[in-house]
């Protein structure tokens, strides 16, 4: 994640397993993986900043990403690409620097503007075929946290990020 400044991360299917609840009341509820937050933790660490881009709204995914400190979330964003586009050209980030978590189509399009593009196992056929990394991990089970320790590991800074945050030593 050198190169990545900033890393876009999809909610539903990657974050969580793609499920929606629903109570009688009408409240929305999602389930999380606990294991996503090593991956949070180690990317803002390593300098990337993180932007949490989802179709949908829910109360229960701002929550989540203040518990985990997302630098954005945008919710309700039904044409991901040209909010993307207006993000990158606002921000001055250019294709190398983005990096993309994501699993279904309506990814596709923002997918293409990214340097780096990485998916849970049980995204959608095109998504798996554009992915530069394939999780072995399904949305919604540690997907984004495997995605962004591959990437850590790949530049040499995983275990330095893991002593860091957890107070490991160095060779974890």
């Known amino acids: ?70 630098d954005y979330l945008y919710q309700n964003i039904k044409d991901k690409a040209s909010f993307l586009q207006s993000f990158m050209e606002e921000h001055h980030i250019r294709k190398e620097e983005l990096g993309y978590i994501g699993d279904d189509l309506n990814d596709v399009l923002p997918m293409k503007m990214a340097g780096f593009v990485g998916c849970p196992k049980d995204s959608c056929r095109e998504i798996l075929e554009m992915a530069d990394y394939v999780s072995t991990v399904e949305g919604g089970h540690g997907a984004v946290r495997d995605v962004v320790e591959h990437v850590l590991r790949e530049s040499g800074e995983w275990n330095e990020m893991v002593a860091a945050i957890y107070g490991t030593e160095s060779g974890v």
């Open 1 to 70: 994640m050198r190169k990545i400044k900033y890393l876009v991360i999809d909610v539903d299917g990657t974050m969580t397993d793609g499920g929606i609840y629903y109570d009688h009341s009408g409240n929305e509820f999602k389930k999380f993986c606990t294991k996503d937050a090593a991956g949070f933790f180690a990317a803002r660490k390593a300098g990337v900043r993180l932007i949490v881009l989802t179709g949908r709204e829910c109360g229960a995914t701002k929550r989540r990403m203040d518990e985990l400190g997302a």
